[in-house]
């Protein structure tokens, strides 16, 4: 990489940071731990309509969404059911960080979405060397994971009573 690049690149990189530092998921992480989060991401966009994994799939990757709205769909009991909407400041996969790293659900953008990429394998690794990066980010995890199950499973018992009926 040339002096120009470098030059170019560096803004970027530290906006990125920024970025990551300033998304509500995020608040209150330190520094360094921000710094190894943003060596692993990158900005990404979705149209609406666009899916953006699917259940059961590999998962080795996860979002902040920045700006935008997400549908969580779960196949379960055959036909494709809205489990959650997921919103600005939120949190898009969490099945990066368990095995068997396969997403539990499908997500596809319901309108222009604009977030922040993370490389889950690559940070997977930082979490091993890092068990403080890797505690922090269970703790912010666990909370939307339990929360998204709990929605989960509210959600299949009314399908299922509605389908009953």
Not at 12 to 35: C, N, S, T, W, Y
Not at 47 to 73: C, P, Q, S, T, W
Not at 101 to 116: G, P
Request: a negative charge; aromatic letters at 10%; glycine letters at 8%.
């Amino acid at each position: 990489m040339n002096e120009d690049e470098e030059q170019r690149i560096a803004p970027e990189r530290v906006q990125l940071e920024k970025e990551v530092a300033a998304h509500p998921f995020l608040i209150g992480m330190g520094d360094r731990h921000v710094r190894l989060l943003a060596d692993c991401a990158m900005r990404s966009h979705f149209h609406a309509g666009d899916v953006i994994f699917r259940e059961g799939e590999a998962a080795n990757r996860f979002y902040l969404i920045v700006h935008g709205k997400v549908g969580l769909e779960s196949s379960t009991l055959g036909e494709p059911i809205r489990i959650e909407e997921i919103h600005d400041g939120d949190l898009l996969g969490w099945s990066w960080l368990f095995p068997p790293y396969a997403w539990h659900f499908t997500a596809r953008a319901l309108e222009e979405t604009d977030a922040i990429f993370f490389y889950g394998t690559i940070l997977r690794e930082y979490c091993e060397k890092d068990h403080s990066l890797g505690f922090e980010l269970f703790k912010r995890m666990s909370v939307v994971m339990l929360r998204r199950l709990q929605a989960a499973r509210q959600k299949l018992i009314s399908a299922r009573q509605t389908g009953n009926r």
